[in-house]
């Protein structure tokens, strides 16, 4: 059944990107701009150096979003980029919580909650992340372990407007590993269902991307499961014919 939301189709470029990057982003923003994406929506979070340049390049048809930001709206924070930065230079949306944060920074639900409350503070819509270990998941613990994230890290001001979910299982991330198509319809329903008690007016329009080794040969059956409202794109999003590809896959 298509998603009655609108689908997003955000790509993250983690540490990847010099100026000649630029050049790819511009195709991503021409393909969206005619059409190439189909109904989904498109963003793209390039490292911060690359932002404001992105904002020019991208035009008002593919969204520019940050990768993290930090709580607080300035201070003492060498080396932080606050929420209100990210939308002062143009971004419209803010990746929290990814799990290589949660993983390299020791960032906890309580961190990830604030940062995005910031990013609410902000005007900038939060792509929160959350997903289980391969551990975890053979231990039977996915479900307890993912709604434990999601009632811990998203905020009671959430909106289908400032909040997109996305569930990211960390042993899918980079790997070439997808769960089936079982696996990732279960977590999602859990995940709607979820959304909806903690957010009785919202949580039914807050769109769950899946994110996890998504590419052009798969993205068609991970973006046709119940409650797939999109995908969260890491390594395919470096190359403007490979996220165009999943973005059109989306119908
Ligand atoms: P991947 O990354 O598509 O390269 O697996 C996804 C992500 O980390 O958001």
């Avoid at 999601?150 to 909040?163: F, G, I, K, Y």
Wanted: glycine fraction near 10%.
């Amino acid at each position: 059944m298509p998603s009655p939301r609108t689908p997003l189709v955000a790509g993250n470029w983690k540490m990847h990107g010099l100026s000649s990057a630029l050049s790819e982003l511009a195709v991503i923003a021409e393909g969206v701009a005619r059409g190439a994406a189909g109904r989904a929506s498109c963003a793209i979070c390039p490292p911060a150096t690359l932002l404001a340049k992105a904002v020019e390049i991208a035009g008002p048809d593919l969204a520019i979003g940050g990768q993290d930001c930090a709580p607080r709206v300035f201070g003492a924070h060498t080396g932080d980029l606050s929420a209100e930065m990210l939308n002062d230079a143009g971004a419209r949306y803010v990746i929290v919580g990814h799990s290589e944060r949660r993983e390299n920074h020791g960032e906890t639900d309580a961190l990830v909650l604030a940062k995005a409350e910031a990013a609410f503070r902000a005007g900038l819509t939060a792509i929160l992340c959350v997903g289980e270990t391969r551990d975890e998941r053979d231990a039977g613990r996915a479900f307890d372990v993912v709604g434990r994230q999601v009632e811990h890290s998203v905020p009671p001001a959430s909106t289908a407007d400032n909040l997109v979910l996305a569930y990211e299982p960390v042993w899918a991330i980079g790997t070439g590993l997808v769960p089936t198509v079982d696996d990732v319809a279960a977590m999602h329903q859990f995940l709607r269902e979820r959304l909806q008690t903690l957010l009785p007016d919202g949580g039914a329009g807050v769109r769950i991307l899946y994110g996890g080794s998504v590419k052009p040969d798969n993205a068609a059956a991970l973006l046709a499961i119940n409650n797939v409202d999109g995908a969260l794109v890491g390594g395919a999003s470096l190359k403007a014919i490979d996220f165009l590809a999943i973005a059109a896959s989306y119908r």
